[in-house]
């Protein structure tokens, strides 16, 4: 997207987050609706999802103004946001990323106040953000079949070390692996039977890059195989047997918690949320809501609990120990039940040690 990251478009969406209205808006491909981002109308799946920066755009391609939020009718965008936005696109039109200095002249306001927007708005810094949209210009030009050392250079990466350095973190995978769609990735995956159903746990050589669990072990390796679809897979490997026994012991009650390497691609304001579970002590939960203040951004429990909702590795990283405030439990990818049970094995094995 030219402007701001859509993961960002969709954080403010699902937060309904009314500091952006005219900044943007998002159609809903099912309903041929359009609306403001602080629409109190039920947020859509993420696939229906169209942003815009203008009404007019979506307008044209079909969609119809929305009767609740009336997002054809003028508004005015919080003035703090409207600079971020302004700086985005600053950072986008650069072939090289801008200092910190010079987004602070842009904005006729000190270098620390322009940190503290990109942090109150965005949930990153303004580096993290220019890292971010470079690196998403870089997987457009593999995914549309440009050369690597293309790719590299357009996409402003001064050498291609730089692109292979940080592959693992924002790929998951080599450049040229994540270019041919993953065709070529070795992949290992087992699956185990556990007091929690059958547990299947899928990495690369680099770390674990799949974990579900479920009640029928052929359904759990179907799943795997829609997912890496263009990967090799195949069964068992040393190291991710040793990965498995250390998840099955902790839940059979066995061992504590294993804090075991990942290998998965994330957004920045998602490795931030994962990073952050990692501190959460076994056997305590905390509320969304506690997590969002505690990243500096008191208004994104709901992007929190998104960030929790798309973990692709459950258990390597406890999104299950974080819950919403109040009674309940709320969602859990593989069912609340189950939840409820590794909260309980938890505080159990506390007790004991």
Known sequence: MKDLHEETLWQALTRRDTAYCEVFFYGVRTTGVFCRPGCPSPVPKRENVVFAFSAATLQRAGFRACRRCRPGEPGHPDASVATVVRLCRLIEESSAIPTMMELAECAGMSESAVGRLFGEALGVTAREYADAHRRERFRKALRR??????????????????????????????????????????????VSETPLGYLLVAATAKGISAVKLGDDADALVTELRHEFNRAELREGGEELSSWTESLVGYLSARLPWPELPYDVAATAFQRRVWEHLHRIPAGET???????AQLGQPAAARAVARACATNPVALVVPCHRVVPKGSGLAGYRWGIERKRRLLDLEGATMTRE
Do not use: C, F, K, W
């Open 286 to 292: 905390v509320h969304y809501g506690e997590v969002a």
């Open 145 to 190: 079949g440009a050369d690597i050392l293309d790719a590299t250079y357009d996409s402003g990466y001064g050498s291609s070390s730089r692109v292979y350095e940080g592959s693992n973190n924002h790929l998951g995978m080599t450049p040229r692996t994540y270019r041919d769609g993953g065709q070529r990735q070795e992949i290992a995956y087992t």
